[in-house]
């Protein structure tokens, strides 16, 4: 099937050794970060595709898009959920500054002989 | 973003300085289909390459005179002596790495693209192929022919595959995906058909050889044949053979050409440093596009002497290539040009540049009086496309500006 294909190939590595021209880890999430750039690129354009569509269609004014505003409620769910949002993607931040308040941290590592001792 | 010629006096299209939306992209027979967000994966594509040849690149010579530059010359003591001290220097600035890095993406993400859009169609794509190409003469294929070592060593432009691979028999998917990200490469440079180089070459002929009439014309390197089909076009009653290392290419380019009504050309596989089964003065023009900088150095001499004897008398050869380092080209601009040779996977990029090809060219037998030199852009429809001619811009090596050297026999 060409869909296993595509999911199996579309990535490949190209022949010869790959240069790195800063930390490879470093450069890693850089890589994974401008593929989802471009994904979002892509969302935006299939969004104003949409709107384009609906507005010919007459269904919503792009204008209309423009010019919302949400009710007090709506304003507040759209709130909740930016800061859902943030909290998501910035858990990593979250657990540094955690890490910082506690005192009595183990790694899991030290409590495996622990809680194994006979 | 939307490239309809009919929108050019309606608001920003008027302002619009940019890439065309894929969506003005030629589809020839066996051009594969693409979806709204494979086409908006493109044109995000398109524009991060213009992105950073214009926006970010300009800021690597800054780097180079104001920090790069000075810090070796303090480390080193001296001036540095050629393209490959310019280019290590570099490669130790954040800058340039940062450059770099999101360049080499780029292309990576480009090949994704394209691979993600051939591949999950390839079944499809290689049944049309077949039900093109199943019957006639124009194409031949050499099963046995080796593939040599220039091509299959590292992949050429991290072209997974390059052009020789295939995934199942008959599959053409490295061809489909060649052929439909070539735009995001070039920003639409190339013209709706990629074939830019192509019509350059024939408005080339056109105004120096008004008389040239050919009769057999040879392609070496071709590809997929996008740059062939203008001059065969051109020259309707000649016969033009298509030359390639790569069967899938060929294949695929054979059912290319059928689907656009073009069916003076004869897709063969072959090598062209061995023309042997051509006699002596069989050709009236032998052409190279955008092909000297992906072979060996032993490769290129053959293909040069090969040429010269294939060719009859008063016959052309030209060959079109980014501009030679030339002695009076600075080194940060030959170390910026070398950028695609080592970090995109053209191996003989660099030492090609630095060539004397006009002394291979004589030594292969051509006259020094006959010897030509010139340059070309893309020739494209210029309501759509961006022209090259019109670009005082650099894009070090991608630029569709070229150089043609040839000779006449």
Redesign the interface.
Known sequence: ???D??LA????????K?????DPAV?RV??IL??TV?EL??TR??LD?IERLLEMKGVVARSEIETFEPTRDQAAERGLWIQEYLNRVLRTVQQEAEALQASDDLASEEVAAEVSRA | ?NGSPDLKNAGPAQTYSGPPDYRVVGRHGIFPETS??EI??L???AH?NRHLSTRVMPAVKTVWERRAGPAFEAREGRAPKDRHDVRKAL?TD?Y???W???R???M??R??AG??IA??????LAARVEALTALGDRLELDPALPIPRYI????HH?????YHTE?FPGDV?GAANYDCGIFATTGGALGRFSDGGGHAVVRWVSRNLPDFKPRRILDIGANLGQNVLPIAEAFPDAEVIALDVGAPMLRYGAARARSMGVDNVRFVQGDGSDLSRWADGHFDWVQTTMTLHELSLTSMKAIFAETYRVLAPGGIVLHVEQPQYAADMALFEQAMRDWDA??N?EPFWSTMHELDIDGFMIEAGFARPSLIHDGVTAVVDKDVFPDAADDDGEDYGRKAAWHVIGARK
């Open positions: 099937m060409s869909i294909l595509a190939l579309s990535s490949a590595k190209p022949a010869g790959r240069p790195y021209f800063m450069e850089l890589n401008m593929a471009q690129a892509v354009e299939r595709t | 973003m709204h967000d908006a994966r044109n995000f594509l991060m490669m954040p340039y790495q940062a770099s890095a999101l080499r993406a780029t990576e993400q090949q994704q691979r993600w591949l999950r169609q390839a079944e499809t299959s060593a590292v992949d991290c072209m997974p595959g390059s995934v998917s080592f970090y996977n």
